[in-house]
């Protein structure tokens, strides 16, 4: 039959214009090749080596397990460590001996070992610039009774201000000193904000809260000060190494620190090499800025390095590892959802469509109130007595998905089944089920073959969806749905977010690509001409 399919003029020209739509062709090889790609999974991406050379033997334990006493001959009939096992003296101190690892040598269920990834030995400084603020009460003769930080604003850090007036140091505008009157006065007062300067001709903020008035008048009136900053500074960084030698990033501030805060920063900069410390205030060039002392260190989730180069999900576990074989599993299940729904689908509307009359009625009622079902609850029913399992979610979701396509077929049965062709062969004693197969599905397979890519599509944005869910696949399945559940808890670690998204998105934007090209192949209507 696949001869006699090929050897159609009609299924030929088809075929020709699927291909001159580059976009479409091309897609579906690419899809292909990477489909193809991810069912040798195990050779791309595994923590077990492809080929083993020892002591003159040659060992395959990708394809056949060899037991931890075949190569250490310590009567254990576990399975080795290959990894540490190439750097064991057997194979390091001979060069007979050797291991050759995939060619990303990490299994999507290995955690990596948090001290097999090399970070720098160093303590970043980070100087964050703080916002001076200071708050004055002041009786109503504008005299200071209690100052907190006001030094800062007038450069005199001898002084406490206390019974000093403040228009001795500060240009207050008139403004300002009608509502502070209006509070000593007892009169309701919104909140207000002015630009004052002081003595110096440096401006900054002055703020008075709302007041209400009240039963007795207030002794004193507080007054906040603010620094104004025009653009937020940059944090300044300055990196140490063991020897507390500062890196050239950073360094201009470090001279401008004074020598006591210097090395009391460089003792906390000691400190943070062994153990986590707490931030610490410092004054530079009469500006205060927050010291923090950060180091690098391995915490999972962590951010792609060398040999991780889309980063670790938060089990430790390698997340390029994980796409290649969630690849495998999202296009498996949809292929096999998506042709067994069809399959379903295509004998049930074509039984309703043949047959048509009461039969019809009744099965169609009966597809209505199924597909009224509510698929997710059942997903969660299943799940909670069976357990979750990629058998039990593929029936699950097989039992509701080929309703859709039955509609497509069904419809086409009642169009073709008054035909000729069809009334020719039951006169000629055609049997039923021949008629069916040989005769009407042939011509009713193209809504089925134009909305198979589209089906494929959904099916594996659903999988996506349910693991995201925590309805899917059981842990630890590699799927890509369940990397971007791990993103929204740790959100933000920008690798979990990026690579699965980008992975789904072009997969699922090919498979749009392939079924645009399959729809247009087969619709007439463009090549048609009117005579």
Known sequence: MNIRIFKNPVAKKRFLRFKSMKRAYFSLWIICVLYGLSLFSEVLCNNVPLYVKYNGQSYFPVVKYYSENEFTGNGRQTRPDYRRLSQSEAFADHSGNYVIFPLIPYSPL??????????????????????????????????????????????????????????????????????????????????????????????????????????????????????????????????????????????????????????????????????????????????????????????????????????????????????????????????????????????????????????????????????????????????????????????????????????????????????PFVEAAKCMGVPSIKIIYKHILPNALVPVITFFPFFLVGAIGALAALDYLGFGLPPPTPSWGELLFQAQQYRWAWWLILYPSLALFSVMLLGVFVGEGIRNAYDPKQYSRLQ
């Open 110 to 419: 290995e955690s990596i070992n948090p001290n097999a990834i090399s970070v720098a030995d160093e303590v970043e400084l980070r100087l964050t610039r703080v916002l001076r603020i200071g708050t004055v009460d002041i009786q109503k003769d504008f005299t200071v009774v209690r100052s907190i930080l006001l030094k800062s604003f007038v450069n005199d850090p001898e002084n406490n201000f206390k019974g000093e007036n403040l228009a001795k140091y500060f240009i207050l505008p008139d403004r300002l000193e009608q509502s502070i009157s209006a509070r000593f006065a007892n009169q309701a007062a919104e909140f207000v904000e002015f630009t004052i300067q002081n003595r110096s001709g440096e401006k900054m903020l002055a703020s008075l809260a709302t007041y209400r008035s009240r039963k007795n008048p207030p002794r004193t009136v507080r007054m906040t000060l603010k620094e104004i900053v025009g653009k937020k500074a940059p944090a300044e960084s300055i990196v140490f190494d063991r020897s507390l030698q500062p890196v050239l990033t950073g360094a201009s501030i470090w001279t401008r620190i004074a020598e006591d805060d210097r090395q009391i920063l460089l003792n906390l900069v000691q400190t943070r090499f062994d153990q986590p410390i707490d931030d610490y205030r410092v004054v530079i060039d009469q500006g205060q800025y927050t010291a923090s002392f950060e180091k690098d260190e391995v915490r999972f989730p962590y951010p792609p390095v060398k040999d991780h180069p889309m980063g670790i999900d938060g089990a430790g576990r390698d997340v390029l590892a994980r796409i290649i074989y969630g690849l495998r599993i999202s296009l498996t299940f949809g292929l096999v959802l998506v042709g067994c729904s069809m399959l379903i689908g295509v004998t049930a509307g074509a039984v309703q469509g043949y047959y048509a009359g009461k039969l019809d009625i009744t099965a169609q009622r009966m597809i209505e109130i199924w597909s009224a079902l509510p698929f997710l609850y059942v997903i969660i029913l299943m799940g909670s007595i069976y357990g979750r399992s990629f058998s039990l979610l593929l029936i699950c979701y097989g039992l509701f998905n080929w309703v859709g396509i039955s509609y497509y077929i069904r419809a086409e049965f009642l169009s073709l089944r008054k035909r």
